[in-house]
């Protein structure tokens, strides 16, 4: 990789290590951007987790049918001025995974006093015991031990260390009577860029920053003359699967460009593709065991005696992603060299390859190539009457893309034709600036619209904890898309089945959605970013980033006794807590005839400047300096919002917050979201008897409480 793309994506590690101070402590941050960066994107805090004292090793794991993925994360501490320092790391990393081998091996463990641990054990149990139920219980279960090292590698005496250790774990160990192979892997920073640059590219350059567009794939060598199926715009063969991870490992996700579905999570179907791959047979076997690749492309040239490939131009794979994704793991993570020369010499997948003017509508292709991995739930609901309404309303009403299934807004961009349910519209009718290079567009996705609704109807801690379940499970998405609610969540002691039995029978307002949406992104832009609010607090207080006199502990202790800089921490990981709060104000003001207000809401000062121009940080800017109007709704609801986080910190909430294990966790709870309301009606109560010598309420007239402030606005005749 290029240096200074290598610069670029470590400054962004950095920069999401920094923010995800807001909600985690130190080195459970660090796990935390480990497992996003690596992929692990659908674990669950309270189960694939495990950091913390009593870990035998273990930060975060996976598991997936017969493959175990363990992962022990090392960093170094943060300079005082918030960057990662990537020197290289000592033995305790290494020891950490024999540490992990010792605990699935030991018949006898004890974990009781680490309750986090259980449930990586129930589900390891549970697989011994279900391959020893299996007919051939002599296959392995696989175990790969990723040593994560935000740093450029080990020490000497600790790669010594670690070579020793992988000798030791070449052949499989016995545990109740199951084989078991574990692979131990380092993944130095230099890895976790690369997983993250994959996962990103959207040029036809490769990782060393080349410009490139094709690809070489090898058809397999047959006996009779011809070794593929050919047409004028389209070939049938099985090819060298090394080609194919050689093609991700040098183009990452531009690969799957045309793909709408091209980001896949770890999954129960890759794990299962990488099982095949471990064994000689079925890796010799896995033409016929796998459904292969559907690749699309500009033009390809056929083979020749002195060119035995396809020349393939702009490829594009839209079907058989996860098939491709899970060779290339298999190959870098799971596989010995010898095994890896074996893969390369004797594995084929089958693809069938296609040029653009193959089919009359390559979109249809595109549409119909099936996956092994499930459909997101999202796109099964993406042709439901209600949320092809929301398309057309939003875009007809509101001037915003609404993003009904996965990837809709890039292909929309793409090519405008496929949307037939809006005709004449192009991407230029949602473009709010033209700024060159720095476009800015109006859309919103379904999943973001989905949690926000949810969160302005009061049930927040669903919405962060149960994403997952929003369009899986219709007791959510009946919730959120086809009726409305008559009062706010907390009115209902925060029970969604309460709110259930008292719904009104009509689907929420296309425009109160949106109005739910924006609050959301600007609650992001509000707060200072962690390490600028670090800075500030830093200057306040005098500190310098190159004095020694203090640890980063005693800066962090120092810090802490700031108001201001704990407040803003606060606010930055209760985004979604701010549109609850938005809602319960707007419930409190207008009753159920808030899901009437939505035109008078996007009309109103800064929801108006977001609605029309999307341009969130011009806008925080200016509440963050304090220069809104009182008539303006959605910074007079932040102040009211950050004014009871102010109050709560002023007492024994504070302690709580910054004890709290798991932040986001103890920040969405109903005791928190129980105190913020209570402090709202405590307020509202305040200024109907006085006035708040608060400078965003001075223009708010005298003894006219908050709820009838906002009330005066929206719901006056």
């Avoid at 470590?10 to 497992?35: G, M």
Wanted: charged share 25%.
């Amino acid at each position: 990789m290029e240096q200074i793309h290598l610069k670029n994506f470590i400054a962004s590690l950095q920069k999401d290590v920094n923010e995800a101070l807001d909600s985690f402590i130190e080195h459970q941050a660090f796990v935390r951007v480990a497992a996003e960066w690596l992929g692990f994107t659908n674990l669950e805090e309270d189960k694939n987790f495990v950091d913390g004292a009593g870990d035998r090793g273990v930060d975060f794991w996976f598991a997936a049918g017969v493959v175990f993925d363990i992962f022990q994360v090392k960093s170094h501490e943060l300079t005082k001025s918030g960057d990662i320092q990537i020197d290289s790391f000592g033995v305790e990393g290494v020891k950490d995974l024999q540490r992990v081998v010792n605990l699935l091996t030991d018949e006898n463990r004890d974990i009781k006093s680490f309750t986090k641990l259980r449930p990586l054990v129930d589900e390891w149990e549970h697989t011994v015991t279900t391959r020893n139920l299996a007919e051939s219980s002599d296959e392995p279960l696989h175990v790969n031990l990723g040593l994560i090292l935000f740093g450029l590698g080990l020490k000497p005496q600790a790669s010594s260390e670690f070579a020793s250790l992988e000798a030791a774990l070449a052949k499989p160990k016995m545990y109740r009577g199951i084989p078991v192979l574990f692979h131990p892997r380092i993944i130095a920073i230099g890895d976790i860029v690369d997983s993250r640059w994959r996962s990103s590219n959207i040029e036809w350059r490769d990782k060393d920053g080349k410009q490139r567009e094709t690809i070489d794939l090898y058809p397999e060598k047959l006996d009779e003359p011809l070794s593929y199926l050919r047409g004028p715009h389209h070939a049938v063969f099985f090819c060298r699967a090394i080609d194919l991870i050689n093609a991700f490992s040098d183009f990452g996700y531009q690969l799957f460009e045309p793909n709408v579905r091209a980001h896949i999570e770890k999954s129960k179907v890759n794990a299962a593709i990488r099982k095949s791959l471990a064994y000689a047979s079925s890796r010799k076997e896995f033409q016929f065991l796998n459904n292969g690749a559907t690749v699309i492309c500009s033009s390809f040239t056929k083979p020749s005696p002195n060119k035995p490939w396809f020349r393939v131009r702009f490829p594009g794979v839209i079907n058989g992603l996860q098939t491709v994704v899970a060779l290339h793991d298999s190959y870098y993570d799971d596989l010995t060299q010898q095994e890896k020369d074996d893969l390369a010499q004797h594995c084929y997948v089958l693809v069938r390859l296609l040029q653009r003017e193959a089919v009359r509508d390559i979109n249809s292709v595109v549409l119909a190539s099936n996956t092994q991995n499930p459909m997101q739930a999202r796109n099964l609901r993406s042709n439901t009457s209600e949320q092809v309404y929301y398309e057309k309303l939003f875009a007809q009403q509101l001037g915003w893309f609404y993003e009904r299934k996965q990837g809709a807004w890039d292909a929309f961009c793409k090519d405008p034709t496929r949307w037939r349910r809006l005709p004449n519209f192009k991407p230029s009718h949602f473009r709010v600036s033209v700024t060159p290079g720095r476009p800015r567009f109006r859309h919103v996705d379904n999943e973001d619209a989905a949690q926000a609704w949810l969160s302005f109807i009061g049930f927040s801690n669903e919405a962060v904890h149960e994403k997952r379940a929003l369009f899986e499970e219709d007791r959510w998405y009946e919730l959120i898309f086809l009726h409305r609610t008559k009062r706010h969540g907390a009115m209902y002691a925060f029970d969604p089945a309460q709110a259930r039995e008292d719904w009104l029978n009509y689907a929420p307002a296309p425009d109160m959605i949106l109005a739910s949406c924006l609050a959301r992104e600007f609650a992001r832009r509000v707060p200072l970013a962690g390490k600028e609010n670090r800075q500030r607090a830093m200057e306040r207080l005098g500190l310098s980033s190159s004095d020694s006199t203090f640890t980063r502990e005693q800066v962090e202790a120092q810090l802490l006794q700031d108001e201001d800089y704990l407040l803003e921490q606060v606010l930055s990981g209760l985004s979604w807590l701010f549109v609850d709060s938005l809602g319960y104000l707007l419930y409190r003001a207008c009753g159920d005839s808030v899901h009437e207000v939505g035109k008078r809401l996007l009309a109103d000062g800064s929801l108006a400047a977001l609605a029309k121009g999307a341009d969130f940080d011009a806008v925080a800017a200016t509440v963050r300096n304090e220069e809104a109007e009182p008539s303006d709704i959605l910074p007079v609801a932040w102040y009211a919002f950050r004014h009871t986080l102010g109050q709560l910190l002023a007492g024994p909430w504070r302690q709580s917050y910054l004890t709290a294990r798991n932040r986001t966790r103890f920040n969405y709870q109903n005791s928190t979201r129980q105190k913020v309301y209570e402090q709202l009606d405590n307020l509202d109560r305040f200024m109907t008897k006085a006035q708040l010598t608060q400078p965003w309420a001075a223009g708010i007239p005298a003894k006219t409480g908050l709820y009838s402030h906002f009330a005066s606005l929206l719901c006056a005749p």
